[in-house]
């Protein structure tokens, strides 16, 4: 049962252009979610999460749009850069009243090549 | 600043063997999770330890033991190896009381069983 889902496993956008991730989760009980960036042989690295008491989160070149009434959550990057080429997961977690996160489900990444 | 490190980074076993893998949390850190990622599926969860004992446990067969020591590091110890635990397997370290939620991972220890 995979409670997250990343539809698309490649995505190639040139550089300069928007490139924009989409994932999906079916468990109503997850608040939190997190995208996760990770290069070849490299742990992933987190890049930027937002709060379901939120529906957008900026950082830099980096935003998260949230619909929770949809299940559904994309990364937008404006604009990618060619160092942008990566595997890219998303990542949902249940915080709870207490706030701190527990486990987190992974998707099963989407593979972002930003072309010169 | 130190960040999440993991041995050994490469490892070949037999099927039936036994394994131990270690990881060292980032500095400051109190709260190891280990993740295995099969190849073309993002990492799944595999147990959670803090406070030297295992807080939370993924859907992973009592094969898959841990601990974690007084100075926060942590094992994974996999038993009676079989074909399909070959897979990246990942340390995270955070906060127990961190609300970012944001996990830092070492690089893993790619396994291979024959």
């Known amino acids: 049962d995979q409670q997250v889902k990343q539809n698309s496993p490649s995505l190639s956008v040139q550089e300069g252009r928007i490139s924009i991730l989409n994932c999906d989760y079916t468990?109503?009980?997850?608040?939190?979610f997190l995208w996760y960036k990770k290069y070849p042989a490299e742990g992933p690295t987190f890049l930027i999460s937002?709060?379901?008491?939120?529906d957008k989160n900026e950082d830099g070149r980096f935003t998260v749009f949230l619909n929770k009434s949809a299940k559904h959550l994309s990364l937008h990057i404006v604009p990618s850069q060619p160092g942008d080429s990566a595997v890219y997961f998303c990542?949902?977690?249940?915080?709870?009243?207490?706030?701190?996160?527990?486990?987190?489900?992974f998707g099963t990444g989407t593979r972002l090549q930003v072309t010169l | 600043d130190a960040g999440v490190t993991q041995s050994p980074t490469h490892l070949i076993k037999t099927r039936g063997q036994q394994v131990t893998l270690r990881c060292s949390p980032k500095?400051?850190?109190?709260?190891v999770s280990w993740y295995q990622q099969a190849l073309g599926q993002g990492p799944q969860f595999i147990f959670q330890?803090?406070?030297?004992?295992?807080?939370q446990r993924g859907n992973f067969p009592d094969r898959f033991s841990g601990h974690q020591f007084p100075n926060y590091s942590s094992e994974l110890n996999v038993n009676a190896l079989l074909l399909g635990d070959s897979a990246l397997y990942l340390c995270?370290?955070?906060?127990?009381?961190?609300?970012?939620?944001?996990?830092?991972f070492g690089e893993g220890s790619r396994l291979t069983v024959l």
């Open positions: 995270a370290s955070s906060l127990a009381k961190g609300l970012s939620g944001e996990l830092f």
């Open positions: 468990n109503s009980m997850f608040d939190y």
């Open positions: 937002i709060s379901s008491i939120k």
């Open positions: 990542a949902a977690s249940r915080r709870g009243i207490t706030g701190t996160a527990s486990k987190l489900t």
């Open positions: 500095s400051g850190h109190d709260t």
């Open positions: 330890y803090y406070e030297e004992e295992e807080r």
